[in-house]
């Protein structure tokens, strides 16, 4: 997968119960914009209740 791959394929699909309203995750490496609606289907995925965003995974640096 390419950076991208992961919210652009796949976010259509996702289980609307695991999704957290009002939140939204960034990707976690510093050089990448991705962001997506928090929930607890996104790979790798933090809730940081403290903190402005959540984090997961988008796959910008693939995933093996």
């Given at each position: ?24 995750a ?39």
């Amino acid at each position: 997968m390419s950076k991208g791959d992961y919210t652009d394929a796949t976010m259509k699909n996702r289980d609307p119960e695991k999704l957290i309203d009002g939140r939204t995750a960034k990707c976690c490496y510093r050089s990448c914009d991705s962001t997506a609606q928090s929930g607890y289907d996104l790979p790798f995925f933090k809730y940081k209740p403290d903190e402005p965003y959540d984090e997961y995974y988008c796959g910008c640096w693939g995933w093996d």
